[in-house]
């Protein structure tokens, strides 16, 4: 019997919806590799955080195998494309609410490290996501 289809993209959906429906934006945050299409400039060690939240995040689609939108960076339209595999969190941007995951070694290869500024929303404001109370609440689910 072949192996199961990762639980991953499900509850990544399912916690969008979460945060949609009440009022929350969501964040995801992605560890950056060879396959992964995102503005460059915007990674800070190997890592970038996005808003995908319907005023942010144009055409998105939360596919079993990556995630696609496009986003404006400082003005400037850019489509986006990330592999599931590459997703390590999501979360609501006003209570940290939300979910980790682990990401495999063999998913990093190739991570790019960047000493840029910190990144930017892709709603175009400059200010990093916050958490109100300190870090957010995540947990790793395999």
């Known amino acids: 019997m072949s192996e199961p289809i990762s639980t991953k993209p499900y509850l990544l ?3 969008y919806e979460w945060c949609v429906d009440n009022g929350y934006t969501p964040y995801i945050s992605v560890i950056v590799n060879g396959q992964t299409r995102v503005p460059q400039e915007y990674v800070r060690n190997g890592e970038i955080v996005l808003n995908i939240g319907p ?20 003005g400037v339209g850019k489509e986006l494309y990330i592999p599931i595999t590459q997703v390590s969190s999501i979360y609501a941007r006003e209570n940290g609410h939300g979910m980790s995951f682990d990401i495999d070694n063999q998913e990093q290869i190739g991570v790019a490290e960047s000493t840029q500024p910190p990144p930017a929303a892709p709603d ?8 109100p109370g300190g870090k957010p609440s995540l947990r790793i689910v395999k």
């Open 13 to 15: 959906r399912a916690l």
């Open 55 to 74: 005023l942010a995040a144009n055409k998105l689609k939360l596919g079993n195998e990556h995630v696609e939108f496009s986003a404006r960076f400082g």
């Open 124 to 131: 175009g404001s400059n200010t990093p996501p916050s958490s």
